[in-house]
């Protein structure tokens, strides 16, 4: 009797810690901040000078795929004790925090979620700038991979909350996958194995491909295969307003390639660069992920595009893009 009361007893302690823990995340609030805006906490005497123009170099370089120059984030830097004692500079989506420290070990430590959600938080515990700079070099790549997946899953999260049911049951109908789109977006047109579904505002406007093919050889993932079916789909596909108008890629400008971290898929290509209308004058960024389905069977190619000829396209590619990223299929 006395051995089932202790095991009670534990069992009932194990479950009270797994509703603490399911209570925090539920309680844990939205991340604040605007679209691709990085908060770097560190202080005067360690942020100007060399770290601040390597800093530039690394967050506000030129975002590829665009037609004008558009910085790839937004960074606003803020003191070490700010952000320590102020809860809303806690809440902020991206956070660099420099922390230089003679006794520091000269360490980059990635962490989500710690105050809000979604959010990432990049530690540098450096023993000096030079170290600081020596850390931000060699974990570069990091630590703008880890920030983009929260800014997609951010996306991601506000269109689920305003979802369109009806449309995204009827993606994973027609293609055995989930998308996620928020309930301004509509059904354009389709084929057997296409599909494109838009956003429509008087000054801008969003669009999303998606396509599947059977899956035949390492072959589909190469750059010109990748770019001939682009244009192959959007011509079919995507007329322009003008008679015998059509949606291409825009070979002028550079189309750029790289291999891609696309959870839910064993093999991924990001594709970026411009598109464009020929017989008319429309065009706009776009970006393409050419995936294998987990089973290895087929291709999976989604693409957002944006044609805003008014303003910025940065935050609106980053939408469509985190649409794309939304892809997920049943466990």
């Known amino acids: 009797m006395k051995r089932n009361v202790i095991f009670m007893f534990a069992a009932l302690l194990l479950l009270t810690a797994c509703h603490s823990r399911q209570n925090e995340a539920i309680m844990k609030r939205s991340s604040s901040g605007k679209t691709c805006e990085v908060l770097v906490a560190a202080d005067k005497v360690t942020y100007y000078g060399d770290t601040k123009?390597?800093?530039?170099?690394?967050?506000?370089?030129?975002?590829?795929?665009l037609p004008q120059d558009e910085p790839r984030f937004d960074v606003v830097n803020i003191p070490v004790s700010s952000l320590h004692n102020t809860q809303m500079f806690q809440m902020h989506r991206n956070i660099i925090l420099c922390d230089v420290n003679p006794e520091n070990p000269d360490k980059v430590y990635i962490s989500h979620d710690k105050w809000a959600t979604p959010q990432t938080m990049v530690d540098i515990a450096a023993s000096s700038d030079e170290s600081l700079r020596d850390l931000l070099r060699r974990y570069e790549k990091q630590i703008k991979k880890e920030?983009?997946?929260?800014?997609?899953?951010?996306?991601?999260?506000?269109?689920?909350?305003?979802?369109?049911?009806?449309?995204?049951?009827?993606?994973?109908?027609?293609?055995?996958?989930?998308?996620?789109?928020?309930?301004?977006?509509?059904?354009?047109?389709?084929?057997a194995d296409f599909a494109w579904i838009r956003?429509?505002?008087?000054?801008?406007?969003?669009?999303?491909?998606?396509?599947?093919?059977?899956?035949?050889?390492?072959?589909?993932?190469?750059?010109?295969?990748?770019?001939?079916?682009?244009?192959?789909?959007?011509?079919?596909?995507?007329?322009?307003?003008?008679?015998?108008?059509?949606?291409?890629?825009?070979?002028?400008?550079?189309?750029?390639?790289?291999?891609?971290?696309?959870?839910?898929?064993?093999?991924?290509?990001?594709?970026?660069?411009?598109?464009?209308?020929?017989?008319?004058?429309?065009?706009?960024?776009f970006v393409t992920y050419t995936l294998l389905s987990p089973d290895g069977k087929q291709v999976v190619e989604v693409t957002g595009f944006v044609y805003c000829p008014r303003f910025d396209k940065r935050d609106y590619l980053m939408q469509v893009d985190g649409i794309c990223n939304s892809v997920r299929w049943e466990e």
């Open 199 to 285: 956003k429509e505002t008087k000054d801008f406007s969003l669009g999303v491909l998606i396509q599947v093919m059977p899956y035949q050889s390492e072959e589909q993932f190469l750059p010109e295969k990748i770019e001939n079916r682009l244009d192959t789909t959007m011509r079919r596909h995507v007329p322009g307003p003008a008679e015998g108008s059509y949606m291409g890629t825009e070979r002028r400008m550079e189309i750029t390639h790289e291999s891609y971290d696309y959870k839910g898929s064993k093999y991924c290509i990001e594709t970026r660069g411009l598109w464009r209308l020929f017989g008319d004058f429309m065009g706009g960024p």
């Open 147 to 191: 920030i983009y997946r929260d800014e997609h899953q951010r996306i991601i999260n506000a269109f689920y909350n305003h979802r369109n049911v009806e449309l995204m049951q009827r993606v994973k109908d027609k293609f055995g996958f989930e998308m996620t789109f928020s309930e301004e977006f509509r059904w354009a047109m389709e084929d």
């Open 53 to 65: 123009a390597l800093i530039d170099s690394i967050f506000r370089e030129s975002q590829q795929g």
